[in-house]
């Protein structure tokens, strides 16, 4: 597999922030649309934790290197929180560990089972189970570069895009690491392939989708996806999703926008 692990591992650090001029919003605030977007990546991003504790219950917990990148993982991920939630916080708007619990207990029975379908669902698959984990997590974080970086474009603040290109940078990495895995993985099973794509086809959905009200995705998802630029932007990770070993075809973000009656 090209990603290496180990370099990934000494060199993750978080995200930094302290050198920009947040108080730049003071003056030039964000729309209050804008705001309701980032709120939205805020609390994704601190919800990492909860997917890392689903995910540990299933075979990828095994494989070293997949649990020396989940523990780096949900650490960037933790500091995507913050350092949205500081531009959050000069705009007035707190998003902080009491919001977050307070959104897991709305979940309340579905919170609690997600581990447990989890780890049923991977004693079933077996170790093919970890090329959908690994398939379902590069689908997510092509998914929220493209997200951070259609943002940054449609927003055009200077200092929003400098924080969103910092952090698409890392989940740059993210991606390598997931891509890299399932091919390998998908490439020498056939059962993995199938499953596979059965999982996506079937139950992939817009990252957040499991955590926030259908009119916050649908919200964000035309905000950022919206137009022949929005479209364009999803056909592109479709196509990367496509390319993976017997996922052709595939247009799993294109299906979701049409769902959700984004044009």
């Given at each position: 597999?090209?990603?290496?692990?180990?370099?990934?591992?000494?060199?993750?650090?978080?995200?930094?922030?302290?050198?920009?001029?947040?108080?730049?919003?003071?003056?030039?605030?964000?729309?209050?649309?804008?705001?309701?977007?980032?709120?939205?990546?805020?609390?994704?991003?601190?919800?990492?934790?909860?997917?890392?504790?689903?995910?540990?219950?299933?075979?990828?917990?095994?494989?070293?290197?997949?649990?020396?990148?989940?523990?780096?993982?949900?650490?960037?991920?933790?500091?995507?929180?913050?350092?949205?939630?500081?531009?959050?916080a000069?705009h007035?708007?707190?998003?902080?560990?009491?919001?977050?619990?307070?959104?897991?207990?709305?979940?309340?029975?579905?919170?609690?089972?997600?581990?447990?379908?989890?780890?049923?669902?991977?004693?079933?698959?077996?170790?093919?189970?970890?090329?959908?984990?690994?398939?379902?997590?590069?689908?997510?974080?092509?998914?929220?570069?493209?997200?951070?970086?259609?943002?940054?474009?449609?927003?055009?603040?200077?200092?929003?895009?400098?924080?969103?290109?910092?952090?698409?940078?890392?989940?740059?990495?993210?991606?390598?690491?997931?891509?890299?895995?399932?091919?390998?993985?998908?490439?020498e099973?056939?059962?993995?392939?199938?499953?596979?794509?059965?999982?996506?086809?079937?139950?992939w959905?817009?990252?957040?989708?499991?955590?926030?009200?259908?009119?916050?995705?649908?919200?964000?998802?035309?905000?950022?996806?919206?137009?022949?630029?929005?479209?364009?932007?999803?056909?592109?990770?479709?196509?990367?999703?496509?390319?993976?070993?017997?996922m052709?075809?595939?247009?799993?973000?294109?299906?979701?926008?049409?769902?959700?009656?984004?044009?």
């Amino acid at each position: 597999m090209a990603f290496d692990i180990d370099r990934y591992t000494a060199t993750s650090e978080r995200v930094a922030f302290d050198d920009l001029d947040l108080d730049h919003f003071r003056v030039h605030p964000l729309p209050q649309a804008t705001l309701r977007t980032l709120r939205y990546m805020t609390e994704v991003e601190y919800h990492t934790v909860c997917y890392t504790r689903d995910l540990l219950t299933t075979p990828s917990h095994g494989e070293p290197e997949v649990g020396a990148f989940l523990t780096m993982w949900n650490r960037e991920e933790f500091w995507h929180g913050e350092a949205l939630a500081a531009v959050l916080a000069v705009h007035g708007v707190t998003v902080d560990y009491d919001a977050l619990k307070a959104a897991r207990l709305k979940l309340g029975w579905r919170d609690r089972l997600d581990p447990i379908k989890q780890s049923i669902a991977g004693a079933l698959v077996g170790r093919d189970f970890i090329a959908v984990h690994m398939s379902w997590g590069a689908a997510n974080e092509w998914s929220a570069i493209t997200a951070y970086q259609r943002m940054a474009e449609l927003e055009g603040d200077p200092v929003l895009a400098e924080l969103l290109s910092r952090i698409a940078r890392q989940e740059a990495r993210h991606v390598a690491f997931y891509t890299s895995q399932a091919r390998a993985r998908l490439a020498e099973s056939e059962r993995a392939q199938k499953i596979t794509r059965f999982a996506l086809s079937k139950f992939w959905a817009p990252v957040g989708s499991s955590i926030q009200p259908k009119s916050e995705v649908e919200h964000v998802m035309r905000a950022l996806m919206g137009g022949d630029a929005g479209r364009r932007a999803a056909r592109k990770v479709d196509d990367s999703i496509a390319a993976l070993p017997g996922m052709a075809g595939l247009t799993i973000v294109q299906d979701a926008l049409d769902g959700l009656g984004v044009r």
